[in-house]
């Protein structure tokens, strides 16, 4: 059984900043990428960040620049430093492990 814990979230104001933390356990081989996804209100979920094994990096269009992605896939924890949020970035972020597990998730309100 595998299982993804994400934590962090919470409301912030326009400008401000979160860190979302996530952490698996359970029966899984090997990690060989973490994700975070987010999905607003009436929207697809969509990619946010990933980070692969081999600490490779990538990010959407939208949050580059404004979001770092880090952690140790080895040990099966990765981080996303959110700064210089906007209210667009509103939305409930999960964490993705291999493609296939899914944390429940972690609500990121950033409203004044």
């Known amino acids: 059984q595998v299982q993804v814990v994400e934590s962090g979230g919470g409301l912030v104001q326009p400008g401000g900043s979160l860190r979302l933390s996530c952490a698996a356990s359970?029966?899984?081989?090997?990690?060989?990428?973490m994700n975070w996804y987010r999905q607003a209100p009436g929207k697809q979920r969509e990619l946010v960040a990933g980070i692969t094994s081999g600490g490779n990096t990538n990010y959407a269009a939208s949050v580059k620049g404004r979001f770092i992605i880090s952690g140790d896939v080895a040990e099966r924890t990765v981080y996303l430093q959110m700064n210089s949020l906007k209210p667009e970035d509103t939305a409930v972020y999960y964490c993705n492990i291999n493609g296939a597990y899914w944390g429940q998730g972690t609500q990121v309100t950033v409203s004044s």
């Open positions: 359970g029966s899984i081989f090997k990690i060989n990428v």
